[in-house]
């Protein structure tokens, strides 16, 4: 109760304070003086003793910007291997009882947790390594996201306050996400459990505290335990690609109505529930009907190709057949290509916003008002056959 009271207490604490008029090392001491004030006892703050100078390997990460947009083939490629999937059915087997626990208490599918496990770190393999408070310290001191990374700071000395794990142990990766299953610091002290009772949240070495307290984030956040993520589907060649996206819903029984069908041609099977459609590579690619369990997901990580891949690797390893409908060749846009794209938008008076080099949902719109216009798929999805269409 004491981190979650620290927390809600931060959160209403300015701590808007100008990191760039100091040098690293006064930044240092007034956080001390921050901590100490929020009840961190001084053997913890000992740990602020060997901060070095800000990272900057870390800065090169969090600037980093990519020279081309990922494609989904890639993503899904480089998560989702045989290798994995037999790896994850091992691993599924051997931690059966655990997970079984688990479920009973959270209501989260095994098969889930173990895709969750999978990508966030090759099941526990590749956990980050850097030292947590070393990365927060350098993103705090850093006047981008200052406050953000400050009041992970600040909970990341509480956690190590609490004894839920020393200063040295709490590795995690550059943007300071812990342990096995990637928990942020704030994400811990509200959502982590001890699952083993031996009174310290490990969600570094212990499974059964790794398990609980992702399963108890899931469950927090919706996760319906009778529910699949979601399935892929056969669109109706007359399909109407504005219904496409997140943001519209309809019950199952709506979208069967519209001819969506399982992709062996079956009806899709009928529950009160509600659902979008997702066509993560445009009319081109596959088409997936996403429930609930897919938001949840995104609660955890919001990327769309993200949620997909937990979902499908989850059905891999429950024995799921691949994706059929991948495209041949999906080619990666470079992010020259997508501000051409906006800028050529914008001169013919689709408003797509700033041009970026990120599609968002301005983005979108505008290439959907376009599409509209020349009569074609209305998908919004930004492509290379989109690009010389516009240049013509
Ligand atoms: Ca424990």
């Known amino acids: 109760m004491k981190l979650v009271a620290a927390l809600f207490l931060l959160f209403f604490l300015n701590v808007s304070i100008h990191a760039e008029e100091l040098s690293f090392a006064e930044w240092v001491e007034q956080l001390r003086v921050e901590a100490r004030s929020l009840g961190i006892s001084e053997s913890t703050l000992a740990a602020l003793d060997s901060l ?99 009041r992970e700071m600040l909970i990341a000395l509480q956690i190590i306050d609490d004894g839920h794990i020393s200063a040295d142990g709490m590795s995690g990766s550059w943007a300071g996400a812990m342990g096995q299953l990637q928990f942020m610091p704030s994400v811990f002290a509200l959502h982590g459990v001890d699952g083993d009772g031996d009174g310290k949240i490990d969600i570094w070495n212990s499974l059964p505290d790794i398990f609980y307290s992702a399963a108890n984030f899931l469950s927090k956040s919706g996760w319906k335990g009778d529910e699949r993520w979601g399935r892929e589907v056969v669109l109706p060649s007359n399909f109407d690609f504005a219904l496409a996206g997140t943001n519209t819903r309809k019950p199952l029984q709506a979208w069967s109505e519209l001819g969506i069908r399982q992709v062996s041609g079956a009806p899709i099977p009928i529950a009160d529930m509600q659902a979008s459609i997702v066509i993560p590579v445009g009319a081109e690619g596959p088409a997936f009907l996403v429930y609930d369990n897919f938001r949840v997901t995104r609660v955890y990580n919001p990327p769309i ?34 501000q051409e794209l906006q800028e050529r938008l914008n001169s013919l008076g689709f408003d797509s916003g700033d041009p970026d080099g990120r599609v968002g949902s301005k983005t979108r719109n505008a290439i959907r008002a376009y599409q509209q216009q020349k009569q074609l798929p209305m998908d919004g999805y930004a492509s290379f056959a989109l690009l010389e269409g516009l240049r013509n």
């Open 305 to 338: 190709f993200y949620a997909l891949t937990v979902g499908h690797l989850a059905d891999r390893f429950t024995g799921g057949a691949a994706i059929q409908h991948m495209p041949e060749n999906e080619q990666a846009m470079s992010i020259a290509d997508i």
């Open 52 to 150: 070095e100078a800000p990272l900057e390997r870390v800065l090169e990460l969090d600037s980093s910007q990519p020279e081309y947009v990922q494609t989904f083939t890639r993503y899904l490629g480089l998560r989702v291997t045989d290798r994995q999937v037999s790896r994850g059915q091992a691993l599924l087997d051997e931690h059966a009882e655990l997970l079984e626990q688990v479920r009973q208490r959270y209501g989260v599918q095994p098969q889930y947790l173990a895709a969750f496990w999978a990508i966030e770190s090759n099941f526990g393999s590749t956990t980050g390594g850097f030292s947590v408070l070393q990365a927060l310290a350098t993103l705090a001191f850093d006047p981008r996201r200052a406050e953000f990374f400050r």
